[in-house]
Every structure is written in C-alpha cells, then in structure tokens.
C-alpha cells in the first residue's frame, strides 16, 4: 500500500471513531432529559436537599406508600357534614283486632310525605303507601305487640311501642284521633255535609216556640248551616238550652270533620247563659268507626263542663251509612254512647220516630237518653224519650233563616 492510501484511511477511521462518539454521547443527553422531566417537559431543578442526599422524588405518587402521611388531625382538610336527623314518634292505639300507627315529630305535629315503614313484632312490615303519617292494619290477632318504625334519611324514632290488642271493642276514647280531624274549608262540603229531611210530621206540627214552664225546658239546635249567630238574642227569646253540632263524618268518604262554627257557637251560648250539649253527625260503618267519631267528639269538648247530653245523630242521608242493617246501626249508636259514657258523660241517641221504630233496634238503647224526632202537636213514639224535636221551621230571634226546635224533659 502506499503511504498516500495509508494516510486516507487512517483519516476516514478516525471520522468514523468521531461519529460514533457523537451519536453516543446524543443518546445519552436525551436520556437525562426524558428522567429529569418525565410529566412537565422541563427540566426539574434539584434542590440543596436532594443535591446533599442525592435523590430525588419524582414519582408524584410515592406518598401512598408511606403509611405516616396522614395525620389523624387535619385543620386545612375538608370536613364532611353530618347529617342531623329529625326525631319522630310513634301514637300507637288499637279498637279490637286491629293497630293505628300514626307518626309524629318532636312537638306532637303529624309527620306527611315520608315513605315511613313500621314494623309489628312477629306480624310484619307496612308501608304509609299515601304518606299522610298514618297506618291502619287490620285483622290483627289478639295479643301484646312491639311497634317500631324504620330510621329514614331524615328522620329517626329512638323509642318503640307497645300496643295490646283486644278481641272485643273496649269502647275507649282513642289517643290519636286528633290527628284523624279535618276542617270543613279543606273537604268538599257539600258531597260531604248531606242533610236530607225525612222526619214525620203532619198538619199540627207547631212552628211556635213552647215556653219553659215546670215541666220542659224550650231549646234549639244548630250547625255551621245556621252561620252566624246573636246568642244573647236568642237567649232573650227564650231559648234555655241548645244542642250544638261539634262535626260529622263524610258521607262519601267517611272523613272526621269539625263543624267550623262549633267553638264559637259553644262559647257564645255559654256567655249568654244557655245550657249547652253537643251532637255528632254519624256516618259510621261499624263498631270500630262509632268508637272514632266518640273519641273525636271528646277531644273536641276537652275539659269544658255540659249541662246536655253528647248525642248521635243517625238519619237518611244517601250516604255511606244508609245500608247498614238494624243491628249494625244499632250496635254503631250503642258503641259510639258507651265510649261517651266511659269517659264520665252522659250520652243519647238523636233519630225520626219512624228511624227508632224501622231502623234500629231501640230496646237494645234503653240505657241511653232518647232524643226523638216527629213534626206535630205531639209525638207519637210510644217508648221512653226525654226530649223531642217538633220542628225544624222555627223562627228564632238572633239566627237568619229556620232552625230546629225542642223540648226537654230532663232534670224537670
């Protein structure tokens, strides 16, 4: 070989040494890079720290491998707060084979639009499937049991009830009835409120007010249908007692209703010096239904004292009640009298001459005052009775339009 084509290629060896040495040293410089910043694609700045101790963290995640991260006390952290529930509670009463759940919150308010499941020992799970914070199960067998009711997310009952139920009705007021009440401006009044005027009368009935004397007392009775009333007129009339209507049931839907003019009837009679009794409109189905409409009518009289009787008022009305045979109707006016009498009242039966005679079974109420119906110059019901309703066109001084007139013969 000659020296020129020795020189040539030791040139070209030493290029190809150079170039290799490039590439190398290239790759490794891109490798420092890519592990310098492997998320942001700039270069990480190595603290005095890491430069002392020579590492570096750059996994973003490594503090979930350190068990000491989390400090058990937080002060920057969020706070998730809780939820307070509201406290509710359980009015739990029976009549006879059966159990009325009605809840309520702290203040005794019934509790509406929430799903609430109750639970009866060793019977089962019900649902208030309209929401209206009540629960009626019937067919219920005689015997003691828990009730509870399943915590919702609101509302928590710590405290369950014990409930026995009866085979027999007891005929005692029940505790939760209030809660069953309703007002007149929030039903249908006139489906509900059905009067229908079926009394006997004839040629002699007398539209006239009979003076007191010895004998009878002369007095009235009234509803919301007479609106407002001037007691101290009526009592300038003559008027010494008046039976007032406290409220009905619903002839559709059988709806426990207050008469909304009783309390201010009840007080403007009292002011005015008149004696007072109260009547209930039935529309009772049964035993258990006559021991409601009771207990209504005694928690709306509360404590205030009665010179009268609290009457049923059973009649036509075209109404849910009007098919009941003579025995359950009879047994309806008995059980609704005897719930009265328990609780320390006196208690009567209102009805037409031809309703005791044809429709209820009167010898089974002796034991009850009898308030008797018939429109002429005298009555012709031929059984005991201590006061009469002789006409429902009597014209009194202080009511706008007719009102019904009585006699009584009680305490004369």
């Known amino acids: 070989m000659s020296k020129k084509n020795l020189y040539l290629s030791v040139i070209a060896a030493s290029m190809c040494l150079l170039l290799v040495l490039a590439v190398v040293f290239a790759a490794n410089i891109k ?22 101790t020579k590492e570096v963290y750059t996994d973003s995640k490594s503090f979930l491998n350190d068990k000491n991260f989390l400090d058990e ?58 929401m209206d914070g009540y629960i009626y199960i019937a067919g219920i067998k005689p015997g003691t049991y828990e009730v509870s009711l399943q915590e919702t997310e609101k509302f928590v009952c710590k405290e369950n009830v014990e409930i026995e139920v009866n085979e027999t009705v007891q005929y005692a007021a029940l505790e939760d009835i209030r809660y069953a009440i309703v007002q007149e401006k929030d ?23 009979k003076k007191s004397n010895d004998k009878i007392s002369f007095g009235i009775d009234v509803s ?13 009339a003559g008027v010494d007692f008046v039976i007032i209507r406290c409220g009905y049931r619903g002839a559709k839907t059988g709806v426990l209703v207050e008469d909304s003019y009783f309390y201010k009837n009840l007080q403007g009679a009292k002011d005015a ?16 239904e006559a021991v409601e409409e009771a207990s209504m009518v005694l928690a709306l009289v509360g404590d205030t004292e009665l010179d009268y ?17 003579k025995n359950t109707r009879t047994a309806v006016c008995d059980a609704f009298c005897k719930t ?14 031809n309703w005791f005679n044809t429709k209820l079974d009167d010898d089974k109420l002796e034991s009850h005052v009898r308030w008797v119906a018939e429109y002429a110059s ?12 002789y006409t429902s066109s009597g014209s009194i001084d202080g009511i706008n339009g007719r009102v019904d007139l009585d006699v009584s013969y009680i305490g004369n």
Not at 340 to 353: L, N
Not at 378 to 389: D, G, I, L, S
């Open 73 to 130: 006390y937080q002060p920057n952290a969020e706070k998730k707060e809780e939820v307070k529930k509201k406290e509710a509670k359980l009015v739990v009463g029976s009549v006879a084979k059966d159990i009325r759940v009605t809840i309520v919150d702290s203040i005794g308010n019934k509790i509406s639009g929430v799903p609430f499941y109750v639970n009866i020992e060793d019977v089962g799970e019900y649902k208030d499937l309209d």
């Open 224 to 236: 919301a249908w007479q609106k407002e009333i001037d007691w101290k007129k009526v009592k300038e």
């Open 309 to 325: 009787p609290i009457f049923i008022d059973t009649e036509n009305t075209n109404g849910r009640a009007d098919p009941l045979d």
């Open 187 to 209: 039903i249908n009044v006139e489906a509900e409120d059905i009067q229908l005027n079926d009394v006997d009368k004839d040629s002699t009935e007398n539209t006239k007010i």
């Open 340 to 353: 009265i009498e328990r609780a320390g009242k006196k208690a009567g039966v209102y009805a037409s001459r």
């Open 378 to 389: 005298t009555t012709a019901y031929a059984k005991r009775y201590e006061m009469w309703q």
């Open 31 to 52: 490798t420092d890079k890519k592990k310098q910043n492997s998320t942001t694609g700039e270069s990480t700045p190595v603290t005095e720290y890491a430069q002392k």
């Open 273 to 288: 010096g008149i004696d007072v009794g109260v009547y209930f409109f039935t529309q009772a189905l049964n035993e258990t």
